[in-house]
C-alpha cells in the first residue's frame, strides 16, 4: 500500500497514480493528551489498524488529482531523522577529488568508524513545500537517499530481524550545505530534509538492497545507481543504530547517497525516482 500525506491534514492511499482520499481512516487512532502516551510517529506506531481501515473506506473514497495537492512528509512526526555519511564508495571517491565537498575534512572517515549522525527533525518536509536554499553564498547540494521507516520499537535488533520492524520506505533528499561545521548543523537547515512522495509499506519492496535510484536536476540525470551499492546495508544501519538507541515507529533511517551529487540554485527542481516507490517532484526555492 502505498500512503501519503497531503494539504496539510489529508491522509491518500494511491493507486494506478491516483490519490484516494482515505481521511476517515485516521478515525482508528486514539485521542491523545499532552504528553503523549507512547514515543513516536502515531500513524505510524498504529500502521496496522490504519491499512485495514483504508482498505474498508477506500471504495467510497473522493478520487483527487495527485497534480493538484500539495504532497506533504510522509512520516509526520519522526522522533528521529538518522543520516548515513559515505555509504556508497562513488561517493566516497567524489568526495575525495572535490574540495567543495570535503571542505577542511581532511579524511573521509568510513561509515565503520564514523557510523550515523542525526538531522533536526524541524528541517523535516515534504515535495510540496520543497527546499528553501539558505546561506546564498555557500554550497548546497542535493543527496538523493533511500528512506527506511522504522514501524516498531527495535532495540539491539540483529540483523537477520533487522528488516521485521521496518514499517516501509520513502525517498529521502539529504540537502546539505557544504563547510566546516558538524554535519548535524549542516544537514538540518529548515526544509533539508525531504521525504516523500509517500510512504510504500514493507510488503510492497522485495529487496531494499536493490533498488534503482534515479536524480536529475533540470530535466538533466546526476545521480544514477542502485542500492545494491550501499556499503552498510538497510539490515546493517538497522542494527548498528539499534545499538545505540531504541528506533521507535516514525523513525527515519537516510541511507547515504550514490555518486552524483551537487549544486542547487533557486528556480532548479530536482525530479527523485527510485524503483518500486515513484517519483517525487521537488522545487528548490
Ligand atoms: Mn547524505
Not at 7 to 21: A, I, K, P, S, Y
Not at 141 to 167: N, P, Q
Not at 214 to 238: A, F
Request: aromatic share 4%; charged share 25%.
Amino acid at each position: 500500500m502505498k500512503l501519503c500525506r497531503f494539504n496539510g491534514t489529508r491522509l491518500g492511499c494511491v493507486q494506478g497514480g491516483e490519490v484516494f482520499d482515505v481521511t476517515t481512516a485516521l478515525d482508528v487512532l486514539p485521542e491523545v493528551r499532552w504528553p503523549l502516551p507512547a514515543r513516536g510517529d502515531l500513524l505510524i506506531r498504529h500502521l496496522g489498524p490504519i491499512r485495514d481501515r483504508v482498505e474498508e473506506v477506500l471504495p467510497e473514497a473522493a478520487i483527487v488529482d495527485i497534480h493538484q495537492v500539495s504532497l506533504d512528509s510522509p512520516v509526520a512526526n519522526p522522533t528521529k531523522l538518522i543520516g548515513a555519511p559515505v555509504n556508497y564508495q562513488t561517493h566516497i571517491d567524489e568526495a575525495e577529488a572535490d574540495e567543495g565537498i570535503v571542505f577542511d575534512q581532511n579524511v573521509i572517515k568510513p561509515i565503520s568508524e564514523s557510523l550515523c549522525f542525526l538531522k533536526a527533525c524541524s528541517s523535516l518536509v515534504g515535495p510540496g513545500q520543497g527546499v528553501t536554499r539558505s546561506f546564498p553564498d555557500r554550497r548546497t547540494d542535493h543527496e538523493l537517499e533511500l528512506a527506511v521507516v522504522i514501524g516498531r520499537e527495535a532495540r539491539s535488533i540483529a540483523r537477520e530481524r533487522a528488516l521485521e520492524c521496518v514499517a516501509g520506505y520513502t525517498m529521502g533528499l539529504d540537502m546539505t550545505v557544504r563547510g566546516g561545521e558538524d554535519r548535524s548543523i549542516r544537514k538540518s537547515v529548515d526544509s533539508y530534509s525531504v521525504l516523500g512522495p509517500w510512504l510504500a509499506t514493507a510488503d510492497e519492496i522485495e529487496d531494499p538492497n536493490n533498488l534503482d535510484l534515479r536524480l536529475r536536476l533540470n530535466g538533466e540525470i546526476r545521480q544514477d545507481s542502485n542500492t545494491r551499492h550501499l556499503i552498510y546495508d538497510v539490515q546493517t544501519l538497522i542494527s548498528k543504530c539499534s545499538e545505540f538507541y531504541t528506533l521507535l515507529p516514525g523513525d527515519v533511517i537516510y541511507t547515504g547517497t550514490p555518486a552524483g551529487v551537487g549544486p542547487v540554485k533557486p528556480g532548479d527542481v530536482l525530479e527523485c525516482e527510485i524503483e518500486a516507490i515513484g517519483t517525487m517532484r521537488v522545487p528548490v526555492r
